[in-house]
């Protein structure tokens, strides 16, 4: 089972109704991405994660030239560090990128793929918006007052149990 981060676009309005809408959500696996970890560049302008891509190019030329200037052995053993590090963290700066566009995270399923989150999803959202559930919720009570805790007959505010003994 895997964590799937369930994200919608900026302008999203109803998360089980128009399904030419629910199409355009995005399903970020919460798991270590074999194809980052293969394929780094490629992977990242497939997702078009333009900041991202510089920073990996960067981050990658400026630890290969140390290596290189430290050990021309080590060269191997750390481009392949740097993968797996990019693989484990590929699909959180996934949804990192998406958050900076604007994207917005509206839900989080466990499920075996992608097909199973989307379809546990949807699920839970058209349960939300059935017509039983809108009718049950607006026919709740009204909210009760709030707590105010109190030992004895004094309010409790913070962690004092008692009067106030400052000057």
Do not use: C
Request: net charge neutral; no cysteine.
């Amino acid at each position: 089972m895997s964590t799937f981060i369930v994200m919608a676009p900026p302008e999203f309005d109803d998360v089980a109704g128009d399904p030419h809408q629910t199409d355009r959500l995005e399903f970020v696996p919460d798991r270590f991405s074999y194809l980052a970890f293969v394929l780094a560049i490629v992977w990242l302008l497939y997702h078009r994660m333009w900041l991202v891509l510089l920073g990996y190019l960067g981050l990658t030329l400026v630890i290969e030239l140390l290596a290189l200037a430290a050990n021309p052995d080590a060269v191997g053993i750390v481009a392949l560090l740097v993968a797996l590090l990019f693989g484990l963290e590929a699909q959180a700066l996934r949804r990192w990128s998406l958050e900076r566009k604007g994207w917005q995270v509206v839900g989080i399923i466990d499920a075996a793929n992608k097909a199973e989150a989307e379809l546990r999803f949807l699920y839970k959202a058209a349960d939300r918006l059935s017509p039983a559930r809108l009718q049950k919720d607006r026919q709740q009570r009204p909210a009760s007052p709030p707590i105010i805790p109190r030992i004895g007959s004094e309010q409790v505010v913070g962690l004092t149990l008692g009067p106030e003994t400052r000057q």
